[in-house]
T-cell receptor, first 114, second 113 residues
Framework: SQTIHQWPATLVQPVGSPLSLECTVE??????LYWYRQAAGRGLQLLFY??????ISSEVPQNLSASRPQDRQFILSSKKLLLSDSGFYLC?????????????FGPGTRLTVT | RKEVEQDPGPFNVPEGATVAFNCTYS??????FFWYRQDCRKEPKLLMS???SGNEDGRFTAQLNRASQYISLLIRDSKLSDSATYLC??????????????FGAGTQVVVTP
């Protein structure tokens, strides 16, 4: 069965510090992968998605970036964090069910920028 | 206008009662619809996919009204464990194969003893 891992689970970082969040998927190959952010009391915002190694699409302009160095690894980064980067970061993968699909989430990383 | 809109609630429901709530979406070309459940400080978990006019899974029934562009979720015989935020999620039209979903902000349901 497929599983998705994220780490760290929680993170407290000062403004201006760098960020690296990692997501890995097991049990599937060449998945579509997604990074979302959920601010407190808000809906999920799609940040990046990737359909393959080295292929990244950005949904919103920001000081974050994403990379996909391996088939089942998706990384979210920042060179300098802002206070507004605080939130719950979720990685997800897409499971195709014939002509339909479903999206499954990892456990998330809760980031607090101080 | 938001792509997916939901009543944020909370819907306070006595245990054993029925609760229903709707979600409206703006993209008439959307083909895929889902309900996710999110517990406090946890990741969303898929509750139901809705690919036709609607479907039922135990105590949960989802209905899709394409003409009016809304989806509903009905929970019968509510349990305390049903307390959560329910996210309405809409997929793109068939020409978009990247699976980019639009999430509503969620409807909070609180089941009380």
């Amino acid at each position: 069965s497929q599983t998705i891992h994220q780490w760290p689970a929680t993170l407290v970082q000062p403004v201006g510090s760098p960020l690296s969040l990692e997501c890995t998927v097991e049990g599937t190959s060449n998945p579509n992968l997604y990074w979302y952010r959920q601010a407190a009391g808000r809906g999920l915002q799609l940040l990046f998605y990737s359909v393959g190694i080295g292929q990244i699409s950005s949904e919103v302009p920001q000081n974050l970036s994403a990379s996909r160095p391996q088939d089942r690894q998706f990384i979210l980064s920042s060179k300098k964090l802002l206070l507004s980067d605080s939130g719950f970061y979720l990685c997800a993968w897409l499971s195709y069910q014939g002509v339909s699909y479903e999206q499954y989430f990892g456990p998330g990383t809760r980031l607090t920028v101080t | 206008r938001k792509e997916v809109e939901q009543d944020p609630g909370p819907f306070n429901v006595p245990e054993g009662a029925t609760v229903a709530f709707n979600c409206t979406y703006s993209n008439s070309a959307s083909q895929s619809f889902f309900w996710y459940r999110q517990d406090c400080r946890k990741e969303p978990k898929l509750l139901m996919s809705v690919y036709s006019s609607g479907n039922e899974d135990g105590r949960f029934t989802a209905q899709l009204n394409r003409a009016s562009q809304y989806i509903s979720l009905l929970i019968r015989d509510s349990k305390l464990s049903d307390s959560a935020t329910y996210l309405c999620v809409v997929g793109p039209g068939t020409t978009d194969s990247w699976g980019k979903l639009q999430f509503g902000a969620g409807t909070q349901v609180v089941v009380t003893p």
